[in-house]
C-alpha cells in the first residue's frame, strides 16, 4: 500500500521544530518529497534525518525573493509543487493594545500574515501549471476568540484565516484547494516560552484539560494535503481540545 502523499512534492514552513518538524517527518514518511523551510537553522538536522527525499532551505517566510526561491527550489529538486503548510509563526510580545511595542507587532504581521500571503502569491501559478494543489495554513484559535495582551498574535491569525477563505474561493474551480487549522495550545517552544500562569490558565478551561501534541497537528496537516480532503476547501478546522466550543 502506497503513502497518502506518495509521489507528492511538498514545502513546509517552520520546519525546524515543534509543529512544522512533525509535519515534515509525517509527510517523509506518507511517501512525499519535501523543502523542509526555516529560518533558524533547524532545518538543515530535521532534513537530514529525513533523509534523501527531503532538502533543508533557510529562509525568511516575510521576504518575497527568498519565499520565491523557496518554492522553485522545490520545482528543480523534485519537479514540481503539489503541497504548501505555510506554517511559519511567531507569537511575539504580550501587553495590553495601548502599551504594545509597534515593531513588535509589525514583525508578527510580516512573519504570520504576510509570510502566508507570499507562500500563496508565489506557490498558486506554479500549482495552476501543474493541475492544482492544497494549501494548508496555520492559524490559531486566536483567530476565533480573543486572548488578552496578544493583540498582534491574534490580529495575524485572523488575516491567516481570512486570505484562506478568500483565496480558496478564487481557485476553487482551478484545482487548488486552500485550508487552514486553527490549533489550541500544543507542546511546543513557543507556548514553552509563555508565562506558566498563561497556559495553566488554558488548560483549566480546555474540556481535555491537556496541550496538544505536534503529532495531532501532522495528522490534520496530512489530511488535509491528501486527496482524502478533495471536497474540502475555504474552511478553518479547529485543533483545540475543544476550548472554542464553550
Not at 525546524?16 to 514518511?29: D, P
Not at 522553485?72 to 503541497?83: E, M, Y
Not at 504548501?84 to 508578527?108: H, K, W
Amino acid at each position: 500500500m502506497t503513502g497518502r502523499l506518495e509521489g507528492k512534492v511538498a514545502v513546509v514552513t517552520g520546519a525546524g521544530a515543534g509543529m512544522g518538524k512533525a509535519i515534515v517527518e509525517r509527510f517523509v514518511r506518507e511517501g512525499a518529497m519535501v523543502v523542509a523551510a526555516d529560518i533558524s537553522g533547524k532545518q538543515n538536522e530535521v532534513a537530514a534525518s529525513a533523509g534523501a527525499c527531503c532538502v533543508p532551505f533557510q529562509l525568511d517566510v516575510s521576504k518575497s525573493a527568498e519565499v520565491k526561491a523557496m518554492l522553485d527550489l522545490a520545482v528543480s529538486r523534485f519537479g514540481g509543487l503539489h503541497v504548501l503548510c505555510n506554517n511559519a509563526g511567531i507569537q511575539g510580545g504580550m501587553a495590553p493594545t495601548g502599551d504594545y511595542d509597534d515593531e513588535v507587532f509589525d514583525r508578527v504581521m510580516a512573519v504570520n500574515a504576510r509570510g502566508v500571503y507570499l507562500g500563496m502569491r508565489h506557490a498558486i501559478p506554479i500549482m495552476l501549471a501543474g493541475g492544482g494543489g492544497s494549501i494548508v495554513n496555520t492559524a490559531s484559535m486566536a483567530a476565533v476568540v480573543a486572548f488578552p495582551q496578544m493583540v498582534g498574535y491574534c490580529a495575524s491569525k485572523g488575516a491567516v484565516r481570512m486570505m484562506t477563505k478568500t483565496t480558496a474561493v478564487e481557485y476553487a474551480d482551478k484545482g487548488i484547494r486552500v485550508n487552514c487549522f486553527c490549533p489550541g495550545s500544543i507542546d511546543t517552544n513557543m507556548v514553552a516560552g509563555m508565562p506558566k500562569e498563561y497556559i495553566d490558565a488554558v488548560i483549566a478551561a480546555n474540556p481535555v484539560k491537556r496541550i496538544g501534541h505536534p503529532r495531532e497537528i501532522a495528522d490534520l496537516a496530512l489530511f488535509l494535503a491528501s486527496d482524502e480532503s478533495s471536497f474540502i476547501t475555504g474552511t478553518e478546522i479547529l485543533i483545540d481540545g475543544g476550548y472554542t466550543a464553550l
